[in-house]
């Protein structure tokens, strides 16, 4: 769970000749987690996780709103008075792992089940949860924590096949390549 500050506002007071508070800041506590991302789909029917660069800022200062677990209510406007720092706050808690956790993606390249990256919805993930047999209490979890869990349910089910000595050769070499076209090096 995340909280931050939204600032309130100010405004002159003529009468009193002198800035008074308009709208107070409030204090909100926000989750990233599997309900979440259900109520926004349920709303604008698309899946989120695929087009997070996509949205509008409507749609992005929603999903904040599906994210607060309180207080409730809120009006559209105590969002649009978030400061850098939140949207800032908010993004490195969305893009926090939240588990020591890796997943060689060496092993995952052969899969055939999607990926995050793939138009995976609230209803894939749910799915994916109730084959594993992940207790429904874990869609209040950090989303990033429970994709990585489903992962390695997925991992420990079915390892799949291992690479060739060539498919591993090649893998490695693209993956170089990759390395020093990131670090504008020959090797």
């Given amino acids: 769970m995340l909280e931050i ?8 007071d003529d009468e009193k000749e002198m800035f008074v508070e308009l709208e107070p800041p409030v204090k909100i506590k926000l989750e990233h987690s599997l309900l979440s991302l259900a109520k926004w789909e349920e709303k604008w029917h698309k899946p989120l996780l695929s087009n997070l660069k996509n949205l509008s800022s409507d749609e992005i200062l929603d999903y904040y709103r599906c994210m607060t677990i309180g207080p409730k209510d809120l009006s559209i406007d105590v969002y649009k008075r978030m400061t850098k720092q939140n949207v800032s706050d908010i993004t490195a808690y969305i893009n926090d792992p939240f588990t020591a956790t890796t997943i060689h993606e060496l092993r995952m390249q ?3 089940r999607p990926s995050r990256r793939s138009n995976q919805t609230a209803e894939t993930i749910y799915a994916s949860m109730f084959e594993l047999n992940i207790p429904l209490e874990f869609e209040k979890r950090h989303l990033n924590h429970l994709l990585t869990l489903i992962r390695v349910c997925q991992e420990r089910m079915n390892p799949g096949k291992q690479m060739s000595k060539a498919e591993t050769l090649a893998w490695q070499r693209e993956q170089n390549e990759l390395r020093k076209a990131r670090m504008h090096s020959r090797g």
Avoid: C, L, N, Q
Avoid at 5 to 12: A, E, L, N, Q
């Fill in 110 to 112: 052969k899969r055939s």
């Fill in 5 to 12: 500050v939204i600032p309130g506002t100010d405004g002159w």
